[in-house]
């Protein structure tokens, strides 16, 4: 007995072993070849000068980092990526709350609200860029118009180097506020309703039930968003690309590292440099990553 | 009590309704605009918002600039190969790493993470260099080519089986069923719900791809809709309607079908956000 259920276990894992594999074999292979060597490359990549067209790849050690280093366009990218990251997810996620929580009552129409909020999201973020290019417009856009309406004079929404970084971000909490409200209404929905009937008996007002019993049972979600949203807003390049022309004055003071990335990798060939500034990213998102990681025990409450 | 409930009502409405129209106006002004004339649409005195008639001048002249017929395809082809591939080795994969004891398999899975947690422009020009070598530039397969394997579906599979219980397993091996069959015919269909949510996802980020599009297809006839926007732009920066025309064009067909399945669309983004 006791042998036959053994041999009948080892061939059970033996078939596990080749099954398992099987099936992992696709994503696997998949994964080495499209992601995991690629790191590699890309970091090997950054030891190069490569001229145009990818012809001339020179071994020139850390020089793209020394370049890096005492380049100021860079630094002022990251500072912009940094800064543009500080105002969106910060702004997006407090708005996205508030809108859950609203819509999260018994209220008539909240499908209707569900569905305008996230209709952002469904869009392409080239022809939002352009639309919102467009109602920034300094001559003929609809917010100057409005302003001059309210008495108010026209303003450089994109090529003022001092306003141009919030009109970006505004276009980039605009669009991802609907994404975050699903998040949170997914997690309101799992906090039990008789929470808010103890607290309600109790004599709590609503106030105070959001601050004691909502943001504690959502700061799961919260975090899960912050850590994701924070990537996604030092990756941040779509909008600055579609909005921002060449010859914009406001271009450098709104470029971020994925911009600069893109415009040494691709515009101007130079692959190598490109990579350093890729490796510059991972290693940002890397760090601040962990931070958060190390931070949450501080304010996350699992039950 | 009632009256005071009543007035928070309004007030919350009011609150939600101020940002609906926050929403939408920039849909709205994109619709209007693309209905304009040129002059209209650069008149300051009187400002012009409702245009005298819905004109198709805009967009009669932007598709006969751009073939719209072929971004839609190249546009479908992209979405439609990314989700099948996603969709298939993800829900493979994820069974291995939810349901399977074998060797091998927590290294497989820390690549898995490690993978979710690297920024993806990385991958972007060994990727490029990749597809240029095979001189696939230019083609459908470039389009679907990063999109061959989703290290985030294959997480968001393995929790969905995790979640399974594990007595349909041991009846369908009871039964006779060996692992492939007890995962084809038992398990994989208990997760749809999971699958559904991964091409939702696949489907819209696809869809709203941007800078590998104009890394590998820059000439007209493959690039998808994005890059088809950003490179119109580049051409024709001071013809607003026909910028519109264009932005409404390529955003209504993803706006029907998510109008018509706000559902899954919705509970579909909230699963597979959640469940990381």
Known sequence: MTVKTKRKGTRQSRNEFIWGWIFLLPTMAGLMILNIIPIFQTVYQSFFKTGAFGKGNVFIGLDNYIKMA???????????????????????????????????????????????????MVAAPAAVAMVWRWLYNTEFGLLNHLRNMAGLGSVSWISNPRIAFISVAVVGIWSVIGYNMVLFLAGLQEIPRDFYEAASIDGANGIYQFFRITLPLISPTMFFVTVTRTIGALQVFDSIYMMMDRTNPALPKTQSLVYLFYKYSFTEGNKGYGSAIVVLLLAVIMVITVIQMICQKKWVSYN | MSKKTAINRIIIHTVLILGCIVMIVPFAWMFLTAFKTSSEATQISPFVIFPTAFRLDAFKSVMSKMNFLLLYKNTM????????????????????????????????????LFQMMVPSQIFIIPQYLMVSKLGMLNTSFALIFPGLVTAFGTFLLRQAFMGLPGELEEAARLDGCNIFQTFLYVMAPLTKSSMVALGIFTALFGYKDLMWPLVVNIEQTTMPLSAALAKL?????????????????????????????????????ATSGGKL
Request: charged fraction near 10%; include cysteine; aromatic fraction near 12%.
């Open chain 1, 70 to 120: 005492g380049d100021s366009a860079v630094w002022q990218a990251l500072f912009n990526t940094f800064k543009y990251t500080l105002v969106e997810v910060p702004v997006s996620i407090v708005i996205a709350i508030i809108l859950a929580v609203l819509i999260n009552q018994k209220l008539r129409g909240r499908t209707v609200y569900r569905v305008i909020y996230f209709l952002p």
């Open chain 2, 77 to 112: 082809v992209l979405i439609i190969g990314r989700v099948i591939c996603a969709v298939l080795t993800a829900t493979m994969a994820g069974y291995a790493l939810g349901r399977l004891n074998f060797m091998g398999k927590g290294l497989a899975f820390s690549l898995v």
């Open chain 2, 233 to 269: 732009q580049g051409q024709f920066t001071a013809n607003y309607p026909e910028l519109m025309a264009a932005s409404l064009l390529a955003c209504i067909p993803m706006i029907v079908i998510y109008i018509i399945f706000q559902k899954q669309f919705i509970e579909g983004i």
